[in-house]
């Protein structure tokens, strides 16, 4: 069975410009989740999309950072303009619905983004 | 208050010996315990986890230890291996999953 896939592994961009990141979750999992790791850190959430609906997006950076998950499956996050500071790796991780109580999150390899 | 706190930062252990991991926590209406670990430019994978109405779950050479009047929760490996060298996460949840620092373990040869 397919692991969680994301693409592109790395992405290098002048500041100001535009970046997109995918996500493809394994099959059968409703929930869905987009995690920033900065450097020697651990992972910290932006969304979380329950089907496809974002249903915990508190810590989203809504000026800069959109995400969407349109038919519920795959999910796109962007970040429009880059900054310096968001130079990082962007996880992304998926799990069956457990309602509230979150159970084990499969991650992918991440995309790992340096803005120049 | 939705903080995990997670000691040491890195750790070296030679080959056999036990490696152990701390992390502590405020929020009691956490009642998940995970912990994940991660090597490079890979993903966090789970390793083992707990709920809070056990003290103490094994898994092979894995351990957690759990103390819920003290909030505080630690991962033992016992039987260290070089394989065993990478950053390790401890977690807590209640709605959200909130992760530690990290340690980054080196397991010496």
């Known amino acids: 069975e397919a692991g969680v896939v994301q693409s592109p592994r790395y992405k290098i961009i002048e500041k100001k410009q535009p970046v997109a990141f995918w996500c493809n979750p394994i099959?059968?999992?409703?929930?869905l989740y987009w995690y920033l790791q900065n450097l020697g850190q651990g992972p910290e959430l932006l969304i979380r999309?329950?089907?496809?609906?974002?249903?915990?997006d508190s810590q989203l950076p809504k000026d800069r950072f959109s995400a969407e998950r349109l038919k519920g499956v795959d999910s796109t996050l962007k970040i429009q303009p880059a900054e310096l500071g968001d130079s990082a790796v962007y996880l992304c991780?998926?799990?069956?619905?457990?309602?509230?109580?979150?159970?084990?999150?499969?991650f992918g390899e991440g995309s790992r983004l340096t803005v120049l | 208050q939705q903080q995990v706190k997670q000691s040491p930062q890195s750790l070296i252990v030679q080959k056999g010996g036990i490696s152990i991991i701390n992390c502590a926590y405020e929020?009691?209406?956490?009642?998940?315990f995970p912990w994940y670990q991660q090597f490079p430019g890979k993903g966090p994978a789970l390793l083992i986890a707990?709920?809070?109405?056990?003290s103490e779950k094994k898994e092979g050479r894995f351990t957690i230890s759990f103390n819920k009047s003290a909030k505080q929760f630690s991962l033992h490996i016992m039987d260290s291996q070089p394989g065993d060298s990478a950053t390790y996460f401890c977690?807590?949840?209640?709605?959200?999953?909130?992760f530690g620092s990290g340690t980054r373990l080196l397991v010496r040869p």
């Open positions: 929020n009691t209406a956490f009642d998940y």
């Open positions: 999309y329950e089907n496809e609906e974002a249903v915990d």
């Open positions: 991780a998926s799990s069956l619905s457990l309602g509230m109580n979150t159970g084990e999150l499969f």
């Open positions: 977690a807590a949840s209640s709605y959200k999953l909130i």
């Open positions: 099959s059968g999992h409703n929930t």
């Open positions: 707990i709920r809070p109405d056990v």
